[in-house]
């Protein structure tokens, strides 16, 4: 548990009336921290410029894959990473923020939409066929944690162009299994129409198809004589949108055998499953969700944020706040970005960047692009053990934390890291605020 009191929403919604949280971002670590502070009482603003990365992602949550070898218990290898690593964003996270996170998620979503614990990597094929490690993994996925021995049908469908049956199933086979051991693969492609005419699906088109029981229950029949006895059937991520459970339940239930999902290219089904998830879950907690308008800076008073800019049609809106979270991702969602003269900037509320100890601006990006990690990658702003943003060690501003992507010091994508940063981080901050919000309700009321 992390060391923060999260107060119970019974007992502090007068507490919390006149208190307001500005979040900007809303993927994992946006709608993480606005969750949890807005079930601690706090009253919640989200701001986002889009609909967030999660429909990009696979709808899996990484803890630590790599370091730089596989790992096969996260919440182990985060603890050792922090400890030998003390500018990696889980140095000041901690292993048990992260496990809050990754506990606080699972009851927002369910098992419905997510199984695992992060004690233990679950390996998956990717849309190649490679074995990836990953920590939280979709139920339609599960069964694609496949182990020595297993046989593999890998079923494409001719219209889904971004899904290659053929390739996944060729690196299946010749792949060796993380702790040893061979599964033999196959690939079959079959035609199916999500509607008549429509030669060049997108997942999403047929995900909505296969929501309809009679669409679904036409296709798994038609499937059911490639199938032989024994053999586990991977599909592409496809199986249904809303109605995703049903889906792998008919499939199961009509091929008579194990059946998971193989993500796809971006945007992935999956990760809009998971994305439209919390975002409903968001709203219906009453989150004032604030799509398609762009954070351009914000008021700042005696070293305090008072207030954030949006930009507005018509006008800049000024959205008074008590504390603002920034969860606006990297470089690849704008929020972090090197100009052309070479400089670094943070765009949202522009906060000072970070660089890895030792590295210039002009030695950011090298030329040898399959060797080291990029140093700017590395870069973003520096935080405090409650994620409130610094800079050399001191507060840049006494209410502004940070979440997610744009912590400086871990390569995520390499380490397969950044769910678990992000929801770490966003705990962190939230808690933090929320602490720090009481503690100043209880010093008024004694007043």
Not at 34 to 52: D, S
Not at 106 to 129: C, F, H, K, Q
Not at 195 to 209: H, P, Q
Not at 329 to 334: A, R, W
């Amino acid at each position: 548990m992390s060391t923060a009191t999260v107060p119970t929403k019974s007992t502090t919604a007068d507490r919390f009336n006149a208190q307001h949280v500005v979040v900007i971002g809303s993927g994992l670590a946006g709608l993480t921290a606005a969750l949890r502070l807005r079930r601690g009482g706090a009253r919640v603003t989200l701001v986002t410029k889009g609909v967030g990365g999660l429909q990009l992602g696979q709808g899996t949550v990484d803890v630590l894959g790599y370091t730089p070898g596989r790992v096969e218990k996260p919440y182990e290898a985060v603890k050792e990473l922090a400890s030998k690593h003390p500018e990696h964003p889980y140095a000041k996270i901690g292993v048990e923020a992260v496990r809050e996170g990754i506990d606080f998620l699972r009851e927002v979503t369910g098992d419905s939409y997510l199984l695992g614990d992060g004690e233990t990597t679950i390996n998956l094929p990717t849309a190649v066929g490679a074995i990836r490690p990953t920590a939280l993994v979709p139920p339609s996925m599960i069964k694609g944690n496949l182990k020595d021995g297993d046989k593999v049908i890998v079923i494409g469908l001719a219209q889904y162009k971004d899904f290659h049956a053929g390739l996944i199933a060729q690196n299946i086979d010749r792949a060796t299994l993380p702790g040893g051991g061979h599964a033999s693969a196959r690939a079959v492609v079959v035609d199916f129409e999500p509607r008549e005419g429509e030669y060049d699906a997108t997942g999403l088109s047929i995900a909505r198809s296969l929501d309809n029981a009679r669409t679904r229950r036409a296709l798994a029949e038609g499937l059911k004589g490639f199938v032989n006895p024994g053999e586990i059937v991977a599909l592409p991520a496809v199986l249904g949108i809303d109605n995703h459970s049903e889906v792998l339940a008919d499939f199961t239930k009509i091929l008579g055998a194990e059946v998971f999902e193989i993500a796809s290219l971006p945007p992935c089904v999956p990760g809009m499953r998971l994305n439209n998830k919390l975002v409903v879950t968001a709203k219906n907690e009453r989150v004032d969700y604030v799509l398609g308008s762009k954070v351009t800076g914000c008021k700042v008073t005696d070293g305090k944020v008072v207030s954030v800019t949006v930009g507005t049609v018509g006008a800049a809106k000024e959205i008074k706040a008590d504390a603002v979270v920034l969860a606006g991702g990297g470089f690849e969602s704008g929020a972090l970005k090197l100009d052309s003269h070479g400089h670094l900037h943070e765009t949202i509320l522009d906060l000072p960047v970070t660089m890895p100890e030792g590295v210039k601006e002009e030695d950011l990006v090298h030329g040898d692009y399959w060797g080291s990690p990029q140093p700017l990658f590395q870069c973003g702003v520096e935080v405090d053990e409650n994620m409130l943003v610094t800079y050399q060690g001191k507060p840049v501003h006494s209410n502004v934390y940070a979440a997610g992507g744009v912590i400086a010091g871990a390569t995520r994508w390499q380490e397969k890291s950044g769910e678990g940063v992000a929801l770490g981080s966003a705990i962190k901050a939230a808690d933090a605020i929320l602490s720090s919000v009481g503690a100043g309700a209880a010093t008024r009321e004694r007043n």
